[in-house]
């Protein structure tokens, strides 16, 4: 399940970690390292995200907010959360 529309990563343990997924995203938004490699990589602003008042509103009629939102959760559960298909299923010990 992927939590928001247009999302190319699918967050392990959807929906029922959807709180703790959410939580990631807010804990990776507060660590300035974290929000300076994003923007590297992506080329995208953080600030999109964090705006507010007109350039909030310029930001959604444009979709940049979005867009940016997107980009920000792909790139948290890619390299934080993990990705559905990537995790492995547990492996027994012998004689259980």
Same mark, same amino acid.
């Given at each position: 399940?992927?939590?928001?529309?247009?999302?190319?990563?699918?967050?392990?343990?959807?929906?029922?970690?959807? *709180?703790?997924?959410?939580?990631?995203?807010?804990?990776?938004? $507060?660590?300035?390292?974290?929000?300076?490699?994003? %923007? /590297? =990589? &992506?080329?995208?602003?953080?600030?999109?995200?964090?705006?507010?008042?007109?350039?909030?509103?310029?930001?959604?009629?444009? *979709?940049?907010?979005?867009?940016?939102?997107?980009?920000?959760? $792909?790139?948290?559960?890619?390299?934080?959360?993990? %990705? /559905? =298909? &990537?995790?492995?299923?547990?492996?027994?010990?012998?004689?259980?």
């Amino acid at each position: 399940m992927k939590p928001i529309d247009g999302m190319t990563t699918e967050p392990y343990g959807m929906p029922e970690m959807g *709180g703790a997924w959410y939580g990631c995203l807010l804990w990776a938004a $507060d660590k300035p390292e974290l929000v300076e490699a994003f %923007e /590297a =990589e &992506t080329g995208m602003t953080f600030d999109a995200i964090t705006s507010k008042g007109l350039a909030r509103m310029i930001d959604d009629s444009t *979709g940049r907010t979005r867009a940016t939102v997107v980009a920000w959760c $792909d790139w948290v559960t890619r390299n934080f959360w993990g %990705e /559905a =298909e &990537t995790r492995q299923p547990a492996v027994e010990s012998p004689g259980h």
